[in-house]
């Protein structure tokens, strides 16, 4: 092939992207609960040992692609949009109202916000530092950001802890850690009570998430089910307000299954919002777009959200890779992955028709008909049975891959 010189660079992409096919529409992109995160878009690419690859873009740009794309809900941190000088002051009600413009000019709602309690260098030793001075800070900031979401019509306010936790052991005591932890909770919950009140809206679903490890070495809080062991801790004093936020790779992250995560919090009645997004097990909260890494496990993941009701919010928590230009960004990293994810929830719902599935499931649940204590006997009446389960996961690469369709086979 020839060089492609810069000039045309853009079109052979959008060309080959094109021609990829197969995208959904804005309006039945519109019709999921998607959400796309400020932060995700803005993304420069930029880490610890990475400069940016990509210039800044602000949320006027962010919402209009999102609009244009029908990717139909925006989430934000406070200071994604409001510099931390400005939060809380005359200039920080200016941008709410440019922002609430914003959205309404291009169709998109304002479904979370979430507060910045770990970038800033007052965060270093968490929202819930020993320095009383500190705290009461991240107290201000959470309430803050309940009046910036009810003014932008948010349902939604995430918690994501940061570095609540140490590098360093026994600097920190645990328990006072958490109990602060939650006193912050606790006022933005009563925050939220009033303002909800007064605006007479109803309250919003405040949910945390977990991120095992990174910024610290050693987290309080570090799974979704250590979040839920600290909703019910007594520590909150509105715990029927609260829930979780898992997100898809922080639960990889620490060698969970996210399917098995995402059950627990289903059973809790907690599972409110949820982070979609791919990477590897065992590994840095790489923030992979869904469905590049595991597709399969993604499958099963909506064929269980599907079978419980669940329909969101599915927050595209994921960053383009440093090698995508913002160009790029808009016109292949946000649609494939709202386009991947619509086909993988198209796909749950083949999965939950699957005569085959259904048939097998159901004689797997239905048992053998035999009676008795004797293990030996019940073994040998339900053995033939129990191939099904792996009858049942062939089905399932069969459906990801298009196989159930029928192949013609070169041999
Ligand atoms: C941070 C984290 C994300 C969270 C964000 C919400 S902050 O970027 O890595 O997973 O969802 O505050
Ligand atoms: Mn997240
Ligand atoms: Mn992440």
């Keep these: 092939m020839t060089p492609t010189p810069p000039d045309k660079q853009q079109a052979l992409v959008a060309r080959l992207t094109d021609a990829c096919g197969g995208s959904y529409s804005p309006e039945t992109r519109r019709k999921f ?41 925006w989430t934000t941190h406070d200071t994604d949009v409001i510099p931390s000088e400005a939060l809380g002051s005359a200039a920080q009600d200016e941008i709410v109202a440019r922002i609430k413009k914003s959205l309404a000019d291009n169709g998109v709602n304002c479904s979370m916000v979430t507060t910045e309690t770990f970038h800033h260098a007052v ?44 590098q360093v052991q026994g600097a920190v005591e645990e328990t006072d850690t958490l109990r602060w932890y939650a006193e912050s909770l606790n006022a933005a919950c009563e925050r939220d009570i009033e303002v909800a009140k007064k605006r007479g809206r109803p309250t919003l679903k405040h949910c945390m998430e977990a991120k095992p490890f990174e910024p610290q070495a050693e987290i309080l809080l570090p799974t979704s089910d250590a979040m839920l062991g600290f909703i019910n801790s007594g520590l909150l004093t509105h715990p029927e307000m609260v829930g979780l936020n898992p997100e898809y790779l922080h639960e990889l992250m620490w060698g969970g299954a996210p399917r098995a995560a995402l059950a ?78 619509i086909t993988l929830w198209e796909m749950a719902g083949v999965v939950m028709e699957d005569s085959i599935i259904r048939e097998a499931s159901a004689a797997l649940r239905a048992g053998a008909g035999a009676s008795g204590n004797d293990p030996k006997e019940l073994f040998e009446a339900n053995k033939e049975l129990m191939t099904l389960h792996e009858l049942i996961g062939h089905r399932l690469v069969q459906i990801l891959i298009g196989a159930h369709r029928g192949r013609t086979y070169s041999v």
């Design 264 to 341: 627990r919090a289903l059973t809790a009645g907690k599972l409110w919002h949820f982070d979609i997004n791919d990477g590897y097990r065992l590994k840095h909260d790489v923030d992979i777009a869904v469905g590049l890494v595991n597709p399969l496990d993604w499958l099963n993941v909506l064929v269980l959200l599907r079978s419980h009701g669940y329909k969101g919010p599915f927050n595209l928590d994921y960053k383009p890779p440093r090698t995508t230009s913002n160009f790029g960004v808009f016109k292949v990293s946000f649609p494939t992955a709202v386009d991947r994810f």
């Design 33 to 73: 609960f998607i959400s796309g995160p400020q932060w995700a878009a803005a993304y420069e690419g930029h880490a610890i040992f990475h400069a940016p690859t990509r210039p800044p873009i602000g949320f006027e740009q962010v919402i209009e692609e999102y609009g244009k794309l029908g990717i139909g809900h």
């Design 123 to 166: 965060f270093a030793s968490s929202p819930a530092s020993e320095s009383p001075e500190i705290r009461k800070y991240a107290k201000w900031r959470v309430c803050n950001t309940v009046d910036i979401g009810h003014e932008l019509g948010a349902e939604f306010a995430v918690y994501w802890p940061g570095s609540l936790g140490y």
